[in-house]
């Protein structure tokens, strides 16, 4: 093939391939044979567009644990500057009570209003509820002898006051023995002459608890499976109770409660078991 006919070819094709390459950008253009504005449809951005927009607050959390009111009036006390107790107040939160009367204190104290407005911004909010574990341990007499599931009392009662109101938590042991749970395990509390088997059933949950403060938690068992106060309590059930004083606070960074409680099965009355111990305790941070 000569020459002449490569060249007559190549242009043939280059007319086809622009004649194309027109029509798409035509349709892409719309009717009106215009193309597309980037800008207008948000697929570019013009930077100069974001003038005087509002710069975002950098911070970084701190590991410290949070600080409290009397932190941030005793940083005030010591003169350090404004912009230092809200940096703080940013960088490690404020568990404290942010209400409008502990705000009003702060500025009685002498307190900076932006200061005031870093706590009530970056406080953590308020407990409303806190996370209750029960753990219940059924120590057997060991050796040959078969596990009961009677109890001289059965029913575990835990009540802890909210405000007006009281919480009550109640446990039926029967059902609780006789019953196969999630969070249930056998293990062998070892004595070399003996061993005692011992069962531990856990539960837990998020409950509702809404007033801070101080408070106590009775813990005790009963025949009763009606009592919804601490006035239902029998004379003959309050000497066993066992009593435990917590402070709830406002705000925390956790809020766990484990009641730990102990039966352990009767040597004399072989198919009854009795509460030997209780333990409570809370963690806030």
Request: aromatic share 8%.
């Amino acid at each position: 093939m000569d020459v002449k006919r490569w060249i007559s070819i190549a242009a043939l094709v280059l007319v086809i391939c622009g004649s194309g390459w027109a029509q798409r950008s035509s349709l892409a253009g719309g009717e009106t044979g215009r193309s597309p504005d980037p800008l207008a449809e948000g697929q570019i951005f013009n930077i100069v567009d974001w003038d005087g927009g509002k710069l975002p607050q950098r911070y970084e959390r701190s590991n410290q644990l949070p600080m409290s009111l009397e932190d941030v009036r005793k940083l005030s006390d010591n003169k350090f500057s404004e912009s230092a107790i809200i940096r703080m107040i940013q960088q490690r939160r404020c568990a404290c009570d942010a209400s409008v009367d502990a705000l009003i204190g702060l500025k009685e104290a002498g307190v900076a209003e932006n200061v005031i407005q870093a706590v009530s911004l970056h406080g953590l909010a308020p407990n409303r509820a806190l996370q209750l574990v029960i753990s219940v341990d059924f120590e057997g007499l060991g050796g040959e002898q078969e596990i009961s599931n009677q109890a001289r009392k059965g029913y575990l009662y835990l009540i802890v006051p909210d405000g007006e109101r009281e919480r009550v938590f109640m446990g039926n042991l029967q059902a609780i023995l006789a019953g196969r749970w999630q969070r249930d395990s056998l293990g062998d509390n070892t004595d070399l002459l003996m061993p005692k088997r011992v069962r531990r059933v856990v539960f837990a949950a998020e409950v509702p608890l809404k007033v801070h403060g101080k408070k106590r938690a009775m813990v005790f068992t009963s025949t009763k499976p009606d009592i919804y106060t601490s006035a239902d309590i029998p004379e003959a059930d309050r000497e066993g109770m066992q009593t435990y004083e917590f402070d709830y606070p406002t705000s925390s960074l956790q809020r766990i409660c484990d009641l730990q409680v102990l039966y352990r099965q009767d040597a004399m009355l072989q198919n009854s078991w009795h509460m030997v111990r209780s333990h409570f305790q809370c963690e806030w941070e």
